[in-house]
T-cell receptor
Framework: AQTVTQSQPEMSVQEAETVTLSCTYDTSESDYYLFWYKQPPSRQMILVIRQEAYKQQNATENRFSVNFQKAAKSFSLKISDSQLGDAAMYFCAYRSSGGSNYKLTFGKGTLLTVNP | DADVTQTPRNRITKTGKRIMLECSQTKGHDRMYWYRQDPGLGLRLIYYSFDVKDINKGEISDGYSVSRQAQAKFSLSLESAIPNQTALYFC????????????FGDGTRLSIL
């Protein structure tokens, strides 16, 4: 079974600075998808960014980018020019492309605080 | 209007009560899911449905049941609520393609006293 590990329960960053959230996963599959979701205090689950394992190029969405290291099974999220609105819980998630592709496996989350 | 709507938003109830959480969607997706979120544990899958006639247990289905009344509606029931079912519950939908994300409702915060 796949597992997702977020080793940083909490992180903090100064406004306008850059922060990186870590995520590692364990799988025997070669094809899969990875996602970062943001959960602000309003508790919505908002998709931040996604990465296809077959793509070597790291995904980027405005101030958000990932560092995807397939061999190391690592999928970190970098937030540049942090804003107060980035304060949230961030979840890393894994989805198989195979028979169990219905399922998202989530990490336990990293709580990000942005200091003004 | 939200694409995935959950009702109620918050609910407080007593041990032993039967509770139904409802989810409706306007995204036209066949796949629907119920997750439970507990502090420090992330989200865990309770049940999922690929269509109206295809319902499956997730990793933590004990104590829960579901009903898929229509493509757009998927409800979660707690037949006899217990305090350790206190949690934040999410409904989600998706297309049947792995590269597509799941779309979440705003959650139901359930407290069982």
């Amino acid at each position: 079974a796949q597992t997702v590990t977020q080793s940083q329960p909490e992180m903090s960053v100064q406004e306008a600075e850059t922060v990186t959230l870590s995520c590692t996963y364990d799988t025997s599959e070669s094809d899969y998808y990875l996602f970062w979701y943001k959960q602000p205090p309003s508790r919505q689950m908002i998709l931040v960014i996604r990465q296809e394992a077959y793509k070597q190029q790291n995904a980027t969405e405005n101030r958000f980018s990932v560092n995807f290291q397939k061999a190391a099974k690592s999928f970190s999220l970098k937030i540049s020019d942090s804003q107060l609105g980035d304060a949230a819980m961030y979840f890393c998630a894994y989805r198989s492309s195979g028979g169990s592709n219905y399922k998202l496996t989530f990490g336990k989350g990293t709580l990000l605080t942005v200091n003004p | 209007d939200a694409d995935v709507t959950q009702t109620p938003r918050n609910r407080i109830t007593k041990t032993g009560k039967r509770i139904m959480l409802e989810c409706s969607q306007t995204k036209g997706h066949d796949r629907m899911y119920w997750y439970r979120q507990d502090p420090g544990l992330g989200l865990r899958l309770i049940y999922y449905s690929f269509d109206v006639k295809d319902i499956n247990k997730g990793e933590i289905s004990d104590g829960y049941s579901v009903s898929r009344q229509a493509q757009a509606k998927f409800s979660l029931s707690l037949e006899s609520a217990i305090p350790n079912q206190t949690a934040l519950y999410f409904c989600a939908t998706s297309e049947p393609y792995s590269n597509q994300p799941q779309h979440f409702g705003d959650g139901t915060r359930l407290s069982i006293l």
